[in-house]
């Protein structure tokens, strides 16, 4: 037999257990092939066998093989759209030769989704869960030399719709029916995110060979008991019908060393370790992130099967929901220490998921890091994420917020779909448990309050819609597998029996009429408890929209742009929220938008939006325990409500939320002057100052009503000394002087002390403020510097949110700074890598832009 360079080479017979891996990187040449007719505009997929990667997705395959164009880019999303309508195959040939293993088991750690696998023409098995892994015993299917594996997939589109059928249709947000089977909910498309649902091995594949017994699962649960570790580990176990004796079971963690023995047919075994002395485990901001390394060994085999190891934190989580006079709280804490949740809502990092490598998780939750957030929503639309997500978390000390995957539906109860709910959460809480940022798990997102006022009742006529999942399965499966981490039911939730699950006063909130309905102001209806979700839209960076956006002129509601815009009247709502706040873009006499200024105004509104929520919030604490936005990142370039968009361009939302998230902010709010509720009463301006952080904050607070134009002349002051202890928050009531201005059009309020960035109150909206134009309110300088350059900006007036867009000039340059604002006589520099250009470029706008060079466009009623 002459041999084949492209197939896997004959495996080594060494030892007892062993992992063969069939993915493309050891080796192994795959390929796919259309099963289904492709449009004729489309035939050369259609011609044979293309060159796949496993793990993969046809998408990729598709693009690397030149045949489809990026389906971000234009138009295209919507052209491909058959991709998700063709059933597809993967195969592949191998080289096998048996050893001494008794048990042969094909083990498939992700199959997207409804797979049938066939090994020598003899089907082994079918699937219908992306949220899985799938195991096959392929003992008798396997032949000495070559084999041939395919794994068929059903269109995900024809497939949903037949599941969805079969089942019958339930309520859902969006078109496909996507709660009819486990597949990632967003690939079919979301208001945020493209239709490109697809197929393909998006995870190893390989062909594990064992004898006697092996590992099937490891669960090391990480406490503490006074200053001890305790490390609780459960290990799983599968044995054969004639396996013939014991095996040994060894645990080390750090230098402590326990082992146990199992008889054979025990499924499990428990082994404790108590490791005195650890360091505990804190998230950000609240301490240190050691990690103990931990291995379990089965039996004396240093094999890869025979063998676990990963990472642990010694810490504790609680969650409270207590009731108190306003409601019912919502508490998280770490080590018996209340933590005020500074965070975001992460949704899959790409579209295309099989595309994400370690690397691109760290970048984005550094993004998260760096913008003060202490932890992440994995929203219940998309993944269970990959391990190195988690493994960054727990490095950086980002707790993790993990909902199920169940998302805006209702989903069915019944068999088959109940059967794979059980797998997928058995194993997704397996998984996961191990690790120190793992602080929630959450049973849906918005489907409790679907259900109770989306008119999801009538169309359901009592069929099943989740609730035993949220109620009863999930919080059992949490229960029995990781005790140690709290579960809510849903997000929004309010813990409070016949209370709406909405409800502001107790447990989780969503507040989506700001934005969809009503102006952002509106976030200070709600004293809220904790926010988990929340947002404002705004574009991606200019130089991320316009490399996939080609019209010709450019506008809001060019056709390219709308394809890259997917909320429901999404571009109304960004001129509808601009509201008296700022100016509205000119138009031109064909009534389309001046684009520089359309995409600084939108930019800059959804900052200041969300910006003013979460003070809101804060000036609540300790009431509020904290604000998770919607959302940090996005999956293409889209206009969202993201705070970083898909090529890592930092928006001005994130320079925002870099502010408001700081440990210490001062805030200005409005309250009631004749009582603490949140009536009809007069109101007055009060300062609130939130200390989050462990150390003591004191100081003196200058508060001054100043001028707006040439010189920012000071017309009143107060000087407040204050003190504030770790974790505590402080009110000040401002002089009558100080809120009393001669010409609110005029005037400003500021407010600076140490440790903190300035807070600025104003007495009338942007539209009305009398601001000097840029070019005379400020001097520009810019000097070379390492890598780039530096932008310096000296005030002579009022320069309010000052913001420098260097991806205009070049897509690769970044900016550390953004959202600055001076009066006069203060300096602020901008540093600059990644760009060479003429320096005169970054002066002025659409590069250098700030409120002041909206001053003289005209206001535009927007109900007109």
């Not at 963690?253 to 023995?261: F, K, P």
């Not at 301490?287 to 085999?301: A, E, F, K, N, R």
């Not at 993790?400 to 209702?410: G, H, I, N, S, T």
């Not at 002579?796 to 006589?825: E, Q, S």
Request: hydrophobic share 40%.
């Amino acid at each position: 037999m002459t041999s084949d360079p492209t197939r896997t080479a004959r495996p080594q017979q060494t030892t007892p257990l062993r992992r063969t891996s069939l993915d493309s990187a050891a080796g192994t040449a795959w390929t796919l092939t259309a099963l289904s007719p492709v449009p004729e505009a489309w035939a050369a997929v259609g011609q044979g066998d293309l060159a796949a990667t496993v793990p993969g997705e046809v998408h990729v395959d598709l693009l690397a093989a030149g045949l489809i164009p990026d389906p971000f880019d234009g138009a295209h999303e919507a052209a491909l759209a058959w991709i998700g309508q063709t059933d597809w195959a993967y195969a592949t040939s191998f080289w096998w030769a048996g050893g001494l293993q008794a048990r042969h088991d094909l083990v498939a750690d992700g199959l997207d989704t409804l797979a049938t696998v066939v090994l020598n023409g003899t089907e082994i098995g079918r699937t219908a869960n992306q949220h899985r892994s799938h195991r096959f015993d392929v003992t008798d299917a396997l032949v000495e030399g070559d084999n041939t594996l395919q794994v068929r997939f059903e269109s995900p589109v024809r497939g949903a719709q037949r599941l969805s059928a079969e089942l019958g249709d339930r309520p859902r947000a969006y078109g496909h029916p996507f709660n009819a089977l486990r597949k990632m909910a967003s690939q079919y498309g979301w208001d945020w995110g493209p239709d490109l649902a697809g197929v393909g091995i998006w995870k190893s594949i390989g062909i594990e060979s064992w004898s006697d017994v092996r590992l099937v699962a490891v669960r090391p649960l990480a406490g503490l008991d006074g200053a001890d570790g305790v490390l609780e580990t459960h290990v799983d176990l599968a044995w054969l019908p004639d396996a013939a004796s014991e095996v040994e079971v060894t645990v080390q963690v750090g230098s402590t060393v326990v082992a146990g023995t199992a008889a054979v047919g025990q499924s499990s075994i428990a082994l404790t370790a108590r490791v005195p002395d650890v360091s505990p485990w804190w998230p950000v901001g609240y301490g240190d992130q050691p990690l103990y390394d931990v291995s379990v060994t089965l039996g004396p085999s240093d094999d890869a099967l025979a063998h676990w190891s990963g990472r642990v934190g010694f810490r504790t989580i609680s969650l409270s929901t207590a009731p108190d006079p306003q409601g019912h709280e919502f508490v998280l804490a770490v080590n018996a220490r209340p933590v005020y949740v500074r965070g975001a809502n992460w949704i899959p990092d790409d579209a295309l998921i099989t595309r994400l490598t370690p690397q691109t998780y760290r970048t984005s939750i550094r993004d998260a890091v760096d913008a003060g957030m202490n932890l992440l929503r994995v929203w219940g639309g998309g993944l269970y994420e990959s391990e190195s997500f988690y493994t960054v978390c727990d490095e950086l000390g980002v707790l993790v917020w993990q909902d199920f995957l169940f998302a805006c539906a209702a989903y069915s109860e019944d068999e088959p779909l109940r059967s794979e709910v059980e797998a997928e959460a058995r194993e997704a809480v397996t998984r996961l448990s191990s690790h120190a940022s793992l602080a929630v798990w959450n049973g849906n997102n918005e489907n409790i309050w679907g259900f109770v006022e989306w008119n999801w009742q009538t169309s359901l006529a009592g069929r099943s819609w989740g609730d035993g999942y949220y109620t009863e399965l999930l919080p059992a499966i949490v229960a029995e597998l990781d005790p140690r981490t709290p579960y809510t039911p849903g997000s929004p939730y309010s813990f409070a029996k016949y209370s709406h699950p909405n409800d502001h006063r107790s447990g989780t909130m969503h507040i989506w009429d700001v934005w969809n309905q009503v102006d952002y102001t509106h976030y200070r209806d709600y004293p809220a408890r904790f926010v988990s979700e929340f947002g404002f839209q705004g574009p991606a960076a200019w130089s991320t929209l316009t490399a996939v956006v080609h019209d010709e002129p450019l506008d809001p509601y060019g056709p390219q742009m709308l394809v890259h815009q997917k909320a429901h009247e999404g571009n109304l709502k960004l001129e509808r929220g601009l509201g008296d706040h700022l100016p509205h873009w000119p138009v031109d006499g064909h009534g389309r938008a001046d684009m520089d200024d359309w995409h600084w105004l939108t930019s800059l509104n959804q900052a200041r939006a969300v910006a003013y929520g979460i003070e809101h919030l804060r000036s609540w604490y300790p009431r509020n325990r904290g604000a998770v936005v919607w959302q940090l990142n996005d999956n293409w370039p889209v206009v969202s409500w993201a705070a970083v968009d898909s090529a890592g361009i930092r928006k001005p939302l994130w320079h925002a939320l870099r502010r408001v998230y700081a440990p210490h902010l001062a805030t200005l709010q409005p309250r009631p002057s004749t009582g603490s509720g949140n009536g009809d009463e007069a109101s007055v301006l009060t300062l609130f100052a939130h200390n989050d952080s462990d150390a003591a904050w004191s100081g003196e607070l200058a508060i001054t009503r100043r001028g707006t134009g040439l010189g920012s002349p000071v017309l009143a002051e107060q000087r407040a000394a204050f003190h504030l202890e770790p974790r505590s928050a402080v009110s000040v009531a401002l002089d009558a002087d100080v809120l009393s201005p001669a010409d609110p059009r005029a005037e400003v309020i500021a407010v600076t002390a140490a440790e903190m960035a300035p807070a600025y109150g104003y007495f009338v909206e942007d539209t009305a403020l009398a601001l000097v134009d840029a070019d005379t309110a400020a001097e520009v300088v810019v000097e070379l510097a390492a890598g780039g350059w530096t932008v310096t900006v000296t005030a002579a007036a009022l320069v309010k949110d000052l913001m420098l867009f260097p991806d205009r000039l070049d897509p690769a340059a970044r900016v550390d700074t953004g959202l600055v604002t001076l009066l006069a006589g203060e300096q602020h520099t901008f540093t600059v890598v990644g760009v060479a250009v003429d320096e005169a470029a970054l002066t002025t706008k659409p590069v250098l832009r700030s409120v002041n060079d909206l001053v003289g466009l005209r206001l535009i009623d927007p109900d007109a």
